[in-house]
């Protein structure tokens, strides 16, 4: 993670994206960095829906038989030790794989509206869950889903829920207020946050992964620092993943600009 940007907000399987909760903090965020074409063409792919909405559809459908193959695009598992440059697609896809596939068909015109409308969905989505640092997870566990943890805050979750929801609502912000909250680390830093590269997103989460584990196994609670700590990792990557949304979908839709590589 860098450092910068950490300080500017401290002034798999069955795995899940951020809670509905983080992908409406997200998509305000995103939403508010549209350009006027990109905006005005969200809203007619979406159907009248701004991004705060269309990002929780790849959740409501998954459970879907017609849909229950994008389950392994929400996610990517990658052991410890392993090098992000030599990662391997696997054949059913991950979550790379479809937001560079969904970024592509977005900005393809020729593509029928009902391609680009599931596009869009996607990629609100998909863009967001890539910041929640278990969806660059270990096989072994499936991404913290094997893992209960006591949060002190409520009853026992597995771990990636803790980061999906139970994370987020450590603020007690609705998500509104929670979204006009990081304003001023997006100003100080969305520059350099729309720059970075879908290997970056990767990496930044997977280099959170001991921050994520850092709690005592035996007793799987965690502490006060450890909740401290996990509210201001949320905050800044919902932040990140709110920039950089809006950046994929302005590249894709402003005239001025192409899809991403």
């Known amino acids: ?33 549209l350009c006027t074409a990109a905006a005005r063409e969200v809203r007619t792919l979406g159907q009248g829906q701004d991004l705060d909405t269309l990002g929780l559809w790849a959740d409501w459908i998954r459970g879907e038989p017609e849909w229950q193959h994008t389950a392994p695009w929400h996610y990517m598992n990658i052991p410890d030790g392993a090098r992000l440059e030599d990662y391997r ?12 596939r969904y970024a592509a068909t977005l900005a393809d015109r020729q593509e029928s509206h009902a391609e680009r409308r599931d596009a869009l969905r996607f990629l609100a989505h998909f863009v967001v869950d890539l910041h929640q640092p278990l969806h660059v997870g270990r096989e072994s566990d499936r991404g913290g889903n094997m893992i209960d943890v006591d949060p002190a805050t409520g009853e026992p979750v597995n771990l990636h829920r803790f980061w999906d929801t139970e994370a987020i609502e450590l603020t ?45 196994r035996r007793s799987n609670r965690l502490t006060r620092e450890y909740l401290t700590n996990a509210e201001r990792i949320t905050r800044l990557r919902l932040a990140q993943a709110g920039v950089r949304l809006g950046a994929e979908i302005n ?4 005239a001025s600009s192409g899809p991403s590589d």
């Open 1 to 33: 993670m860098r450092l910068a940007s950490f300080a500017a907000l401290a002034a798999f399987g069955n795995a899940y994206g951020y809670g509905a909760d983080g992908h409406r903090i997200a998509g305000l965020i995103a939403q508010q960095r």
């Open 89 to 100: 697609h696997p054949p059913e896809g991950d979550i790379l794989w479809a937001i560079k």
């Open 172 to 216: 007690g912000l609705p998500p509104e207020e929670y979204a006009r909250g990081l304003s001023e680390a997006i100003n100080a830093n969305a520059d350099e946050w729309e720059h970075d590269t879908l290997m970056d997103w990767a990496l930044e989460s997977r280099e959170l992964r001991p921050d994520v584990y850092d709690f005592d």
């Open 251 to 254: 590249r894709a839709l402003c």
